[in-house]
T-cell receptor
Framework: GQNIDQPTEMTATEGAIVQINCTYQ??????LFWYQQHAGEAPTFLSY????GLEEKGRFSSFLSRSKGYSYLLLKELQMKDSASYLC?????????????FGRGTSLIVHP | GAGVSQSPSNKVTEKGKDVELRCDPI?????LYWYRQSLGQGLEFLIY????????KSGLPSDRFSAERTGGSVSTLTIQRTQQEDSAVYLC?????????????FGEGSRLTVL
């Protein structure tokens, strides 16, 4: 099976930097996603990593280490609108299926 | 439409009734997923359709749950004899196979409340 761990809640200050960690155990690893979900809304795609290293996209960056089963999402220059839940999802290959399994999400609260 | 469309957005039903939830994926997306999200919980995988292949039903919690996808497009998730523990937001997502990321595009969800 798959096991994905991420902190339940984090708080940070507007303008600061925050790092949200995700550790996982899986067989047939086929990529890791980060999604953002505002309360009452659908999750939206932020980033994808399949090879080791850092992927940067504007204020958001995502890092992956496959050997350590570890990823993080880095948010810079935090804004109030970044208050949301951040979901780590690991895609695994299983019998021809490629299905992302989601962690429970990290609720990020950005305060002034 | 441009995105994944789900209906109804809200459904309140009595315990023991059957419910049907509908998902209209993005045109051309061959992969379709159903997840459910309970309060404070992560997304729980239910079922996956890919093209004309047999669906992956490994996430369905019981035989009261079933889903079909007609013509490789619209999908219906059916829950028979609903129970209170079925209360959740049911999310549908689609993706375009063959892309680098295969990112999932989610609908707004159907919130099911079983009284």
């Amino acid at each position: 099976g798959q096991n994905i761990d991420q902190p339940t809640e984090m708080t940070a200050t507007e303008g600061a930097i925050v790092q949200i960690n995700c550790t996982y155990q899986t067989s047939g690893f086929n990529g890791l996603f980060w999604y953002q979900q505002h309360a009452g809304e659908a999750p939206t795609f932020l980033s994808y990593n399949v090879l080791d290293g850092l992927e940067e996209k504007g204020r958001f960056s995502s890092f992956l280490s496959r050997s350590k089963g570890y990823s993080y999402l880095l948010l810079k220059e935090l804004q109030m609108k970044d208050s949301a839940s951040y979901l780590c999802a690991v895609r695994h290959a299983s019998g021809g299926s490629y299905i992302p399994t989601f962690g429970r999400g990290t609720s990020l609260i950005v305060h002034p | 439409g441009a995105g994944v469309s789900q209906s109804p957005s809200n459904k309140v039903t009595e315990k023991g009734k059957d419910v049907e939830l509908r998902c209209d994926p993005i045109s051309g997306h061959t992969a379709l997923y159903w997840y459910r999200q309970s309060l404070g919980q992560g997304l729980e995988f239910l079922i996956y359709f890919q093209g004309n292949s047999a669906p992956d039903k490994s996430g369905l919690p019981s035989d009261r749950f079933s889903a079909e996808r007609t013509g490789g497009s619209v999908s219906t998730l059916t829950i028979q004899r609903t129970q209170q523990e079925d209360s959740a937001v049911y999310l549908c997502a689609s993706s375009l196979a063959g892309t680098t990321t295969g990112e999932l595009f989610f609908g707004e969800g159907s919130r099911l409340t079983v009284l």
